[in-house]
C-alpha cells in the first residue's frame, strides 16, 4: 500500500478515535487467532461493526 494511501486511511478512519492503521490491524489480527482458538466470531466483520459505531 503506498504511503499515501496509509497517510489518508489513518486521516479518516483513524484519528477521531485516537488510533492508528497499525494498532488497528494488531487488534484485527488478535481477533482471527481468538477465532483459531475456538471462539465464533464472524471473521473481523463484527470487529468493523464496532468499530464504526
Same mark, same amino acid.
Do not use: A, C, W
Given at each position: 500500500? /503506498?504511503?499515501?494511501? $496509509?497517510? #489518508?486511511? *489513518?486521516?479518516k @478512519? +483513524? $484519528?477521531?478515535?485516537? %488510533?492508528?492503521?497499525?494498532? +488497528?490491524? *494488531?487488534?484485527? +489480527? /488478535?481477533? %482471527? #487467532?481468538?477465532d %483459531?482458538k475456538? &471462539?465464533s466470531?464472524?471473521?473481523?466483520?463484527?470487529? @468493523? %461493526?464496532? &468499530? +464504526? &459505531?
Amino acid at each position: 500500500m /503506498s504511503s499515501l494511501v $496509509k497517510e #489518508d486511511l *489513518e486521516k479518516k @478512519l +483513524f $484519528k477521531p478515535l485516537s %488510533q492508528n492503521l497499525y494498532e +488497528f490491524i *494488531e487488534i484485527e +489480527f /488478535s481477533v %482471527q #487467532d481468538s477465532d %483459531q482458538k475456538g &471462539r465464533s466470531k464472524n471473521n473481523h466483520g463484527e470487529t @468493523l %461493526q464496532n &468499530r +464504526f &459505531r
